[in-house]
């Protein structure tokens, strides 16, 4: 049964930036990051693949990274250029082969979420 267990959130200025992970256990295959605003639905970040192609959300091409450590069994984010609206709970989850990166019905196992706060 795959685990997966986010940190790195927390406060940080306008134009700061914060690096994500997410330490699992487990099989994997594709991984991928959301995020979920209060009020909003869950959103896609970006995701990678086992053999590490990337795919990432129009909105944060060039501002986020995300990338895997296989040996570590961990995933990464690095955020930069932060800003408020990016504000809002980070979940790392794992890919279904064959499924789609981009839909969080894709997924079949989430982390509980890791706060990211944006103050201006």
């Known amino acids: 049964q795959v685990q997966l267990v986010e940190s790195g959130g927390g406060l940080v200025q306008a134009g700061g930036s914060l690096r994500l992970s997410c330490a699992t256990s487990?099989?994997?295959?594709?991984m991928g990051w959301f995020r979920q605003a209060p009020g909003k639905e869950r959103e896609f970040v970006a995701a990678i693949g086992w053999g590490g192609n990337t795919y990432y959300a129009d909105s944060m091409k060039g501002r986020f990274t995300i990338s895997r450590d296989n040996a570590k069994n961990t995933l990464y984010l690095q955020m930069n250029s932060l800003q408020p609206e990016d504000t809002a709970v980070y979940y790392c989850?794992?890919?279904?082969?064959?499924?789609?990166?981009?839909?969080?019905?894709?997924?079949?196992?989430w982390g509980q979420g890791t706060q990211v706060t944006v103050s201006s």
């Open positions: 487990g099989r994997t295959f594709g």
């Open positions: 989850a794992r890919n279904s082969p064959g499924r789609s990166y981009y839909s969080a019905q894709g997924y079949d196992a």
